[in-house]
C-alpha cells in the first residue's frame, strides 16, 4: 500500500489549502483514510478522518467547521479542504489508512511521507 499526500504550503491566516491523498496497491472498500497533523516536539494529532465505505466523517475539535474531508472512492483519493486556517495550524500534515476509524495514531498502519502546511499571521 502506497500513500501520496501532497497539496501543502504557504499560506496567510483566514486562507484556504486543500490537501490530497491517493492511495493504492489494494482494494479499499473497507478502509478509512485519516488525516493527522505534528509540529516538532509534539505526538502526532488526529485532524479528520473519513469511512471509506458509507462516506462518515469525523473530525477534531480543533477544526470542526473550518476542515472538510472527503473521498473520491472511485479514485481511492481523499481530500481535505482547510479553511479559515490559523497559525496554529501550522504543522506536518500526514495521511494515513486503516480499517478502523480511530483517532489513535498507532491504529493506521500505512503512512503518507507529511506535507508541510504553514499559516503566516
Known amino acids: 500500500v502506497q500513500l501520496q499526500a501532497s497539496g501543502g504550503g504557504l499560506v496567510q491566516a483566514g486562507g484556504s489549502l486543500r490537501l490530497s491523498c491517493a492511495a493504492s496497491?489494494?482494494?479499499?472498500?473497507?478502509?478509512?483514510m485519516g488525516w493527522f497533523r505534528q509540529t516538532p516536539g509534539k505526538e502526532r494529532e488526529f485532524v479528520a478522518a473519513i469511512r471509506w465505505n458509507d462516506g462518515n466523517e469525523y473530525y477534531a475539535d480543533s477544526v470542526k467547521g473550518r476542515f472538510f474531508i472527503s473521498g473520491d472512492f472511485a479514485e481511492n483519493t481523499a481530500y481535505l479542504q482547510m479553511n479559515s486556517l490559523k497559525a496554529e495550524d501550522t504543522a506536518v500534515y500526514y495521511c494515513?489508512?486503516?480499517?478502523?476509524?480511530?483517532?489513535?495514531?498507532?491504529?493506521?498502519?500505512?503512512w503518507g511521507q507529511g506535507t508541510q502546511v504553514t499559516v503566516s499571521s
Open positions: 496497491g489494494r482494494t479499499f472498500n473497507s478502509d478509512n
Open positions: 494515513a489508512l486503516g480499517e478502523v476509524v480511530t483517532t489513535r495514531s498507532d491504529e493506521y498502519p500505512y
